[in-house]
């Protein structure tokens, strides 16, 4: 994770594990789900998206929403991680 997008710290990385975990979600959802404020939360985002592993938009069913989703590169990761675990676990 840290070679896809180094300086993330590891408050960062558990916000971009939400998004995996919930998909499409906003930073409130991602909030509940860490228990990071919505302040730290908004940072860590941002963060995320500079790095090009999320990406935030408006919803267009609420406009006040921003909801959050992971990009090409944030696919990428966890997929990448998972062949890592996987040659791990083979003998």
Same mark, same amino acid.
């Given at each position: 994770?840290?070679?896809?997008?180094?300086?993330?710290t590891a408050?960062?990385?558990?916000?971009?594990?939400?998004?995996?975990?919930?998909?499409?979600?906003?930073q $409130?959802?991602?909030s509940?789900?860490?228990?990071?404020?919505?302040?730290?939360?908004?940072?860590?985002?941002?963060?995320?998206?500079?790095?090009?592993?999320?990406?935030?938009?408006?919803?267009l069913e609420?406009?006040?929403?921003?909801?959050?989703?992971? $990009?090409?590169?944030?696919?990428?990761?966890?997929?990448?991680?998972?062949?890592?675990?996987?040659?791990?676990k083979?003998?």
């Open positions: 994770m840290r070679r896809a997008a180094p300086g993330i408050e960062q990385i558990q916000t971009f594990i939400a998004v995996v975990r919930n998909g499409r979600c906003s $409130t959802d991602i509940k789900v860490t228990g990071f404020s919505r302040q730290t939360t908004s940072r860590h985002v941002a963060k995320l998206v500079d790095a090009g592993l999320l990406v935030q938009h408006r919803d609420n406009g006040r929403r921003r909801v959050v989703r992971l $990009t090409a590169l944030g696919r990428f990761v966890p997929a990448s991680l998972s062949g890592t675990l996987e040659s791990v083979s003998p």
